[in-house]
């Protein structure tokens, strides 16, 4: 049974840049799409990126509408690890941010089954 841990999260200002990571711990990513998600204070969680499996290089990706242009994610099937560039970060995009795997490729909570625990991510205006 994979395990999500994230990392990379921290304190940013606006206009800033992090890299999060996403490691699969008691297993892999092999076979799994991996969505990236985040939830602020009162808010539900809400979907922000995810890729397909692939063995190569090639693979599909998605985004919420509130980040194209802005975040990246990408995977290294070798080092069993996802990660989502943030760039020009915006106050808006405060909150914590999990990583799950799950055997569809979806931009739906209910497809993932397995889930980090999260990294908080915040941006200073």
């Known amino acids: 049974q994979v395990q999500p841990v994230e990392s990379g999260g921290g304190v940013v200002q606006a206009g800033g840049s992090l890299r999060l990571s996403c490691a699969a711990s008691?297993?892999?990513?092999?076979?799994?799409?991996v969505g990236w998600f985040r939830q602020a204070p009162r808010k539900e969680r809400e979907f922000v990126a995810a890729?397909?499996?692939?063995?190569?290089?090639?693979?599909?990706?998605d985004y919420a509408d509130s980040v194209k242009g802005r975040f990246t994610i990408s995977r290294d099937n070798a080092k069993n690890t996802v990660y989502l560039r943030m760039n020009s970060l915006k106050p808006e995009d405060t909150a914590v941010y999990y990583c799950?795997?799950?055997?569809?490729?979806?931009?739906?909570?209910?497809?993932?089954?397995?889930w980090g625990q999260g990294t908080q991510v915040t941006v200073s205006s």
């Open positions: 890729i397909t499996w692939s063995p190569t290089s090639t693979y599909y990706a």
């Open positions: 799950a795997a799950g055997s569809l490729f979806s931009q739906q909570t209910r497809n993932y089954d397995y």
């Open positions: 008691g297993g892999t990513f092999k076979n799994y799409a």
